[in-house]
């Protein structure tokens, strides 16, 4: 099994003290997801191939003009998964996952990109292929989106990071939409994961090899073990950035840590990647709330 084998029971020990700091500090987290978002956008849009760094979404977010071309389309793929992103944050808590819901997310996401795609599954003779893999029939789609969320919410026994690497999967298995499944998919991790009430997770662009072997083990094998495992890394990584603030640590970067403490900076990146420390990334930096004073 990849996963490391701590990581489940960490996520209860890390909920549990999240929200016993939580209480009176709930502007700060509102602040951190705010500020979370052009990461987000940035990683879920270069795992789909985008051009755009993180500096030039943060300047597309907030209207500044770039020093280069870029296309139309990368503009609004920056703009609307944003949208989207925000808007998650009230809704999940608000309704249920839905077909409805997860078209009108869609439809945000592709909104002045394809219009004629936006907000509805695949149909007719639309087939897709990502590699090898060719997606679910088109008359197929909806019933297997039924499943696939009648077996997430039907599974409440088991930990919440087996059930959305499950969910995950397979949605991306069955690609019911002609374009921005991807987007669509991780979107739909952290919507789950706000309705249950945990914390956001990014998955980032940096790990998008590991993150393409979870594809292809669930395709070859069934099983959700890497793919746990990054949900489990990244879940673990936004408790502990959450709980530096909001325990009032005095954050500094990892190398800091280390020159500070004397600890060798390699094996502290090798445990902050394993999440076997309480670092976090943030803007592509690894930190850590350094509570030694």
Same mark, same amino acid.
């Given at each position: 099994?990849?996963?490391?084998?701590?990581?489940?029971?960490?996520?209860?020990?890390?909920?549990?003290?999240?929200?016993?700091?939580?209480?009176?500090?709930?502007?700060?987290?509102?602040?951190?997801?705010?500020?979370?978002?052009?990461?987000? &956008?940035?990683?879920?849009?270069?795992?789909?191939?985008?051009? !755009?760094? !993180?500096?030039?979404?943060?300047?597309?977010?907030?209207?500044?003009?770039?020093?280069?071309?870029?296309?139309?389309?990368?503009?609004?793929?920056?703009?609307?998964?944003?949208?989207?992103?925000?808007?998650?944050?009230?809704?999940?808590?608000?309704?249920?996952?839905?077909?409805?819901?997860?078209?009108?997310?869609?439809?945000?996401?592709?909104?002045?990109?394809?219009?004629?795609?936006?907000?509805?599954?695949?149909?007719?003779?639309?087939? &897709?292929? &990502?590699?090898?893999?060719?997606?679910? =029939?088109?008359?197929?789609?909806?019933?297997?989106?039924?499943?696939?969320?009648?077996?997430?919410?039907?599974?409440?026994?088991?930990?919440?990071?087996?059930?959305?690497?499950?969910?995950?999967?397979?949605?991306?298995?069955?690609?019911?939409?002609?374009?921005?499944?991807?987007?669509?998919?991780?979107?739909?991790?952290?919507?789950?994961?706000?309705?249950?009430?945990?914390?956001?997770?990014?998955?980032?662009?940096?790990?998008?090899?590991?993150?393409?072997?979870?594809?292809?083990?669930?395709?070859?094998?069934?099983?959700?073990?890497?793919?746990?495992?990054?949900?489990?890394?990244?879940?673990?990584?936004?408790?502990?950035?959450?709980?530096?603030?909001?325990?009032?640590?005095?954050?500094?970067?990892?190398?800091?840590?280390?020159?500070?403490?004397?600890?060798?900076?390699?094996?502290?990146?090798?445990? =902050?990647?394993?999440?076997?420390?309480?670092?976090? !990334?943030?803007?592509?930096?690894?930190?850590?709330?350094?509570?030694?004073?």
């Amino acid at each position: 099994m990849t996963r490391a084998p701590h990581t489940l029971g960490q996520i209860r020990l890390l909920r549990e003290r999240y929200y016993k700091a939580l209480s009176g500090k709930e502007s700060l987290i509102k602040v951190i997801s705010e500020a979370e978002i052009p990461e987000h &956008v940035y990683n879920s849009n270069a795992i789909e191939n985008s051009t !755009l760094t !993180l500096e030039e979404t943060e300047k597309i977010l907030l209207q500044i003009d770039l020093e280069r071309f870029v296309s139309e389309r990368e503009l609004f793929e920056a703009r609307n998964l944003a949208r989207v992103t925000e808007f998650i944050e009230s809704k999940a808590k608000e309704s249920e996952l839905t077909l409805p819901v997860m078209l009108l997310l869609h439809k945000m996401l592709i909104a002045n990109i394809r219009d004629d795609i936006a907000g509805r599954f695949r149909r007719g003779d639309e087939w &897709v292929r &990502v590699g090898t893999h060719i997606g679910a =029939a088109p008359k197929d789609i909806e019933r297997l989106i039924t499943d696939m969320l009648a077996a997430y919410h039907g599974a409440k026994d088991e930990h919440i990071v087996t059930r959305i690497a499950r969910l995950h999967l397979t949605f991306e298995s069955i690609h019911p939409f002609l374009d921005g499944n991807g987007r669509i998919g991780r979107t739909l991790n952290n919507y789950e994961l706000i309705r249950e009430g945990y914390v956001p997770i990014n998955i980032a662009f940096a790990n998008r090899a590991r993150y393409y072997d979870a594809f292809k083990e669930f395709e070859e094998k069934k099983a959700t073990d890497i793919m746990e495992e990054i949900v489990g890394r990244a879940l673990a990584n936004s408790y502990h950035k959450r709980l530096a603030y909001l325990e009032g640590a005095k954050i500094i970067t990892l190398a800091e840590f280390g020159r500070k403490h004397k600890l060798s900076h390699s094996n502290l990146i090798n445990k =902050a990647n394993r999440q076997t420390i309480a670092a976090f !990334l943030e803007k592509g930096v690894w930190k850590i709330g350094d509570r030694k004073g």
